[in-house]
């Protein structure tokens, strides 16, 4: 079963603070996802790879980097966190068929709270 | 601009009772349909898909979903709901012609009464 693992679960930063969520996935697949989840917003994709050292830009960049080191791992990056970045923050892999048949698995979660 | 809207913010029934989650999707092309399912503190889990074929398409826990090209819907069912289905539940739509694109609703929280 495919699996995709997120660290740290939970993580307190300040306002202009560094911080660095980790994700790696086991299941061999070629594109990894980064969203965030806010009430009222559903999911919103931040940034997405379809392999190491690929990145491509997502629906809300804005504040965000991303990097990924290898095929399993996947780093969302905040490098002046604002309050407006706190949220719930889910990884997930994919690979991605032909036609759209792109079934997503997800990590499970890490809340982040900027003060 | 391709959407998905889930009109219900908040659905509660009672254990035992039907359930129906709606769905509408707005897209030109070849949709392909999710419903995830997101458990208290966990991430979000396939619970069925929808590939062109089978209107009807079965799910784990006896869910099942209705695709409707007429009405641009994949509403979600189930014929009677335990108190585990207590969740909040996405449809999410997947474009044909941007396989990585998935867009999702903002999710219906499914609250079970006793």
């Known amino acids: 079963e495919a699996a995709v693992t997120q660290s740290p679960r939970n993580k307190v930063t300040v306002t202009g603070g560094n911080v660095t969520l980790s994700c790696r996935q086991t299941?061999?697949?070629?594109?990894m996802y980064w969203y965030r989840q806010d009430t009222g917003h559903g999911l919103r994709l931040i940034h997405y790879?379809?392999?190491?050292?690929?990145?491509q830009i997502g629906d809300v960049p804005d504040g965000y980097k991303a990097t990924r080191t290898t095929q399993e791992d996947f780093f969302l990056l905040l490098e002046l966190a604002s309050p407006s970045q706190t949220s719930l923050y889910f990884c997930?892999?994919?690979?991605?068929?032909?036609?759209?048949?792109?079934?997503?698995?997800f990590g499970a979660g890490t809340r982040l709270s900027v003060l | 601009a391709q959407s998905v809207t889930q009109p219900d913010a908040r659905v509660t029934v009672s254990e035992g009772a039907s359930l129906q989650l709606r769905c509408k999707y707005s897209?030109?092309?070849?949709?392909?349909l999710f419903w995830y399912v997101q458990y208290p503190r966990q991430g979000l889990q396939l619970l069925l898909k929808?590939?062109?074929?089978?209107?009807v398409v079965q799910g784990v826990n006896g869910f099942e979903a209705e695709f409707s090209k007429s009405n641009s819907s994949f509403h979600l069912r189930k014929a009677s709901v335990h108190w585990s289905d207590w969740a909040v539940y996405f449809c999410a739509v997947s474009l044909d012609t941007n396989a990585y694109k998935v867009i999702f609703g903002k999710g219906t929280h499914l609250h079970v009464l006793p």
């Open positions: 929808y590939y062109p074929g089978d209107p």
């Open positions: 299941n061999s697949h070629n594109y």
């Open positions: 790879s379809y392999g190491a050292g690929n990145l």
């Open positions: 997930a892999s994919s690979d991605v068929g032909t036609g759209g048949r792109n079934t997503l698995y």
């Open positions: 897209y030109f092309g070849t949709p392909y």
